[in-house]
Nanobody, 120 residues
Framework: VQLQASGGGLVQPGGSLRFSCAASGSIFSINRMRWYYQAPGKQRELVASITSTGGTNYADSVKGRFTISRDNAKNTVYLQMNSLKPGDTAVYYC???????????????WGQGTLVTVSS
């Protein structure tokens, strides 16, 4: 199983970016999917998560600005980021709980990080 993220880059304060992260491989089902960020010199933190049925949770710092969504048919999770601030500058990682065929439990997988820089 691989998680492939895309969508990072440089954006001005107040701008928007949209990430996507697609899971591929031998997948039976995906439970919760998440986005984390890790700012320079800081620990990795949870940004948002979404269940298989669409229930969402957000870090207080991004509520009202970021929206997590998913397309179960495509095994893909998205993160729409609006009103970006310099403090959102970080490497963003996708994460998912994936069940592969012939197993009755979920393993946790990480995508590669993608850098977002918010600067004028």
């Amino acid at each position: 199983v691989q998680l492939q993220a895309s969508g990072g880059g440089l954006v001005q304060p107040g701008g928007s970016l949209r990430f996507s992260c697609a899971a591929s491989g031998s997948i039976f089902s995906i439970n919760r999917m998440r986005w984390y960020y890790q700012a320079p010199g800081k620990q990795r933190e949870l940004v948002a998560s979404i269940t298989s049925t669409g229930g969402t949770n957000y870090a207080d710092s991004v509520k009202g600005r970021f929206t997590i969504s998913r397309d179960n048919a495509k095994n893909t999770v998205y993160l729409q980021m609006n009103s970006l601030k310099p403090g959102d500058t970080a490497v963003y990682y996708c994460n998912a709980d994936v069940r592969v065929p012939d197993r009755n439990y979920y393993d946790n997988y990480w995508g590669q990080g993608t850098l977002v820089t918010v600067s004028s």
